[in-house]
Structure formats: C-alpha cells, structure tokens
C-alpha cells in the first residue's frame, strides 16, 4: 500500500536561500493540498490542485511561494528567498474527487530557516 | 474568510473518563472531516459527516453535525491511552475543494 509520501523529510536551510519539496499522491488521486502546521496549530491551507490544475491560493501565501504539479501527478513547492517564519511543517494531502471529502496527509517536511 | 474554532485546547482526563471537543464554523458547511494527529506524526483521517443532525459512531467514538451544519463534536467514551493525540475537525465548503482547519484539541490521558 504506497500512501502519500514526501520528500525530504527534513531541510535544515540558511536564509535566503531557496528550497524546493516533493509530494508524491495516491497514485488514483487526482486532488493534491499543500499545507503548513506550525506548533500548537492545526494545518493551514497553501494551495490545491485537481490534475494539473491549480484551483486555489492562499492569500495569505506570499510571491515567493509557488507550486506545480506538471503531470497531474507529483507536486512539487518551492521557496524562494527563505525567512525564519517560513520555518514549519509542511503538508501535502491527497484525495479522489468524488470520493469524499476525505484527505490522505503525507509525512511532511519539517523545515528549519536558520 | 471561513473561521474553524475548536474547543477545548487542551484537555487532561483520567483514563476510563470521558472526552469531548466541539467544533464551531462561522459559515455553514457542506460537510465536515474529523482527523487525529498523533505527537510525532501527520493528520489521520477519522470521518467525515454531512447530513444536517447526522451522528456516526466509530466503536467508543461518536460524531455529530449540528441541525445548522455550523457545529460539530468528537465524544469519546471511556477513553484510553492510546486515544492521546490532537483532535482537528476540518469543514468544507461545496464551492471549494479545500477545508479548513481548526486548531485542534490536545488529549492526554492519564494511566
């Protein structure tokens, strides 16, 4: 049974620097979320997609972050310019469109800006 | 936007009591999603309700949606240690694929 996973698992980066994670779906699932979980905070939406569609931003994500998912498969989201309070969890999920509403979370990427 | 609100934060029961969270949106929803998180690890899915008035049980758990589809609640029965962990309810909206969550509510149980 291949769940959601995530790649890396941890980043330890400098300031300034960009990074880059990977999240590989339930092959079948075609709705893939990014999220970000902080301590003590439950996770908080970045963006989703359907296929390779990207359906919704956060307002709150700022121009320095961005994602894909070229082939409706892997996704991928990227920091540009890392700050300390990018340091986080994030979170990818997947789910099947007329599945329910249910989301399959992967293990995460913890990262650290120092 | 939409708003979750969980309370408690944090509840500290002696094992074999019993365990409640509630779960309130500012907007009515579509449906609601339930998930555990245990220390150390991702999201878990529990379950996921929809009716208006709708109560589901998963052996000595038991979930309700509210008539106005704005509440709901996560009781435990007789809870035990391997119940410890943070309870998030996460509520959709039909017009939006993504849910949002509340901050959860943190359970320890003590032997």
């Known amino acids: 049974d291949t769940g959601v996973s995530q790649d890396p698992r941890h980043k330890i980066t400098k300031r300034g620097q960009n990074v880059t994670f990977r999240c590989d ?90 | 936007g939409q708003q979750v609100m969980q309370i408690p934060q944090y509840q500290h029961v002696q094992e074999g009591e019993d365990f409640t969270t509630y779960c309130n949106s500012s907007t009515t929803l579509s449906n609601i999603q339930w998930y555990k998180q245990r220390p150390g690890g991702h999201p878990v899915f529990l379950i996921q309700l929809v009716k208006s ?40 909206n039909t017009n939006a694929g993504k849910s949002t969550f509340g901050d959860g509510t943190t359970l320890t149980v003590k032997p």
């Not at chain 1, 996770?43 to 070229?70: C, G, I, V």
């Not at chain 1, 990018?86 to 913890?110: I, K, N, V």
């Not at chain 2, 008035?53 to 391997?82: C, M, W």
């Open chain 1, 25 to 114: 779906p339930i092959s079948e699932h075609n709705r893939l979320y990014w999220y970000r979980q902080t301590l003590g905070q439950g996770p908080e939406f970045l963006t989703y997609f359907q296929n390779e569609a990207q359906l919704e931003k956060s307002r709150l994500l700022s121009d320095r972050f961005s994602a894909e998912r070229p082939k409706g498969s892997f996704s991928t989201l990227e920091i540009q310019r890392t700050e300390q309070g990018d340091s986080a969890m994030y979170l990818c999920a997947s789910s099947l469109l007329g599945g329910g509403y249910e989301q399959y979370f992967g293990p995460g990427t913890r990262l650290t800006v120092t």
């Open chain 2, 53 to 92: 008035g709708e109560v589901k049980k998963q052996k000595r758990l038991t979930f309700q949606f509210g008539e106005a589809k704005k509440n709901s609640s996560l009781h435990i029965t007789a809870t035990q240690t391997t119940d410890v962990g943070t309870y998030f309810c996460a509520g959709g």
